[in-house]
């Protein structure tokens, strides 16, 4: 089973910037696709990135295209957010998810980390 730990978040002035990290403990990315999602207060989780298990195509919201990009690294077992020009409204819990070996569904999720972007 898939283990994920997720690092990188903290508080940041808006405009600026932050790398989220999410390591695989156990099992391997390579054959799998990865997910950041994020939750802020009272909203509902939603998607932000995701890139697919050949790392050949990425996809994100319309709220973050052209600031937050994807990649990911097989051989550190390691998938990265790195989020420019930061907004209060990027204020959320981010998580990373997995999808099962080979599939589309995504099966395994990190514990998440604090973003906070203060005005």
């Known amino acids: 089973q898939v283990q994920l730990v997720e690092s990188g978040g903290g508080l940041v002035q808006a405009g600026g910037s932050l790398r989220l990290s999410c390591a695989a403990s156990r099992g391997t990315l390579s054959t799998r696709g990865m997910g950041w999602f994020r939750q802020a207060p009272g909203k509902e989780r939603e998607l932000v990135a995701a890139?697919?298990?050949?790392?050949?195509?990425?996809d994100y919201a319309d709220s973050v295209k052209g600031r937050f990009t994807i990649s990911r690294d097989n051989a550190k077992n390691t998938v990265y957010l790195q989020m420019d020009s930061l907004e209060p409204e990027d204020t959320a819990v981010y998580y990373c998810a997995v999808t099962r070996s080979y599939g589309t569904e995504y099966a395994y999720w990190g514990q998440g980390t604090q973003v906070t972007v203060s005005a």
């Open positions: 890139v697919r298990r050949t790392g050949e195509s990425a």
